[in-house]
């Protein structure tokens, strides 16, 4: 019943049609032994016109060390509703500084590699996870760096921001937050903010169990462009499945 169910919601998810622009907000904890299977997903449009782009990513993570995660992904992309296509495969690693809110904040290094199977271009990525806790809030940056390698790349690195405040409520597994997604672009070709695309919007995370140990944890948001470059709107979403 839980493989039909976790199946059941891939595929919903899947069929979706697909979407840019904010990614996602990650956390820095490593824990040895647990494997996660996570859908991530983007749907960016324009209120104006007919232009919308879907992304879906689907990885697979699993803690190797107390501090160390690596991770094999996939990710399709769906330009105005038109067929998905697989955009490219990847695989990284995560090492997490120290256990859990043993230094002042909690930090995590990413290091990614993505493959492109469409005649993109490939991609490097070094991802800067920070977290803090503070009562019942939790605070969140990412700092990415993004570099294209291959034939048809281009020169330079791209830099993209986002962070996000939490607040879970007491005897309840619901989670709401603010988050903030910049892409800030080549960092040797800056046109000033309004070339680069900025999100804000809301967020909301909840837990739905599955009985014993299991559950899938929901996340939805949806975001603002406030920016000239940033698409209107984007809705973003995950699904996480730990086994």
Do not use: C, W
Not at 155 to 160: A, I, M
Not at 206 to 227: A, R
Request: hydrophobic content about 35%; glycine content about 10%; aromatic content about 10%.
């Amino acid at each position: 019943m839980k493989k039909i169910l976790l199946s059941g919601v891939v595929l919903a998810f899947t069929a979706m049609p697909a979407l840019a622009g904010p990614g996602t907000i990650s956390g820095p904890h490593v824990t040895k032994g647990k494997t996660e299977l996570e859908l991530k997903g983007t749907y960016a449009f324009d209120y104006d016109n007919d232009n919308s782009n879907l992304q879906n990513e689907l990885e697979l993570n699993h803690g190797l060390t107390d501090n160390l995660r690596a991770s094999i992904k996939t990710k399709t992309q769906d330009r105005n509703n038109s067929n998905a296509e697989f955009a490219s495969v990847g695989a990284g690693l995560r090492y997490e500084l120290g256990n859990p809110e043993q230094y002042l904040i909690d930090t995590a290094f990413d290091l990614s590699y993505s493959r492109s199977v469409n005649s993109g271009v490939d991609e490097i990525a070094f991802k800067l996870i920070n977290q803090k806790q503070i009562a019942d809030y939790k605070l969140r940056t990412n700092i990415k760096f993004e570099h294209e390698i291959g034939d048809g790349s281009r020169d330079g690195v791209e830099l993209k921001l986002s962070a996000g405040a939490y607040n879970k409520f007491a005897k309840h597994e619901t989670e709401f937050g603010i988050e903030y997604f910049g892409d800030i672009g080549f960092l040797n070709n800056q046109n000033g903010y309004s070339a680069q695309s900025h999100y804000i919007g809301p967020a909301v995370k909840t837990s739905v169990p599955l009985g014993g140990d299991h559950e899938v944890d929901f996340t939805l948001g949806y975001y603002q462009g406030i920016s000239h470059a940033a698409d209107d709107g984007t809705v973003r979403y995950k699904v996480e499945y730990e086994f």
